[in-house]
């Protein structure tokens, strides 16, 4: 009876601490365009998960109509590839993974992929959801969600990024953009 009692006081106080949490790299601004083919802004129009050739994971595909490209060069219309989603009754959800849903605006920092798709660069660091804020200013603000962490190389925490302005968050990819010598990773 004690032991049953100590094991199920034990179980619950498990059960109230999270398990884990996801932690990626810290990356400016300018890592992030250095690293990225493209900076994009627009609206994902599709989304589809399906199982991976092998059948071990399930994978999430977005088509993004792009209105502007910040940095780089993308085509109209780019398909994105990330991590986890959902088919049938089976689901992979991927803390840190970029997420989408059909209809959202969005700004994408992309690297291209060798089959002709996009995935986001630095994971959901490079993902921002854009909607208009309490007074109605288009704003970009961060996809990254709780739990997640974001860590210095010197294994010190990095803040989280802030929503800004949409134009405040374009200006300044412009400006980082342009300030870069060429780089054969952004065309």
């Known amino acids: 009876m004690k032991r049953t009692l100590l094991l199920l006081v034990l179980a619950a106080l498990l059960a109230s601490v999270p398990v884990s949490a996801s932690t990626f790299a810290a990356m400016s601004d300018e890592q992030l365009v250095a690293s990225s083919q493209a900076v994009i802004v627009g609206e994902i129009d599709q989304v589809h998960s399906f199982w991976n050739e092998d059948g071990t994971a399930i994978l999430t595909e977005a088509v993004v109509h792009v209105d502007r490209v910040l940095a780089g060069s993308a085509p109209s219309l780019v398909t994105v ?6 088919v049938g009754d089976f689901r992979i959800e991927a803390d ?85 010598p060429t780089n054969p990773r952004v065309k």
Do not use: C, W
């Open 81 to 86: 590839r990330t991590f986890g989603g959902a």
């Open 96 to 180: 840190g993974f970029p997420t989408f849903q059909a209809g959202n605006r969005t700004l994408l920092f992309l690297a291209a992929s060798t089959d002709g798709t996009f995935r986001v660069t630095g994971y959901q660091l490079g993902q921002y959801r854009v909607r208009p804020d309490a007074s109605g200013v288009p704003t970009a603000y961060p996809a990254m969600e709780h739990g997640v962490r974001l860590m210095f190389k010197d294994g010190t925490a990095a803040p989280a990024p802030k929503a800004l302005p949409l134009e405040a968050l374009a200006n300044r990819i412009r400006q980082i953009a342009a300030s870069r």
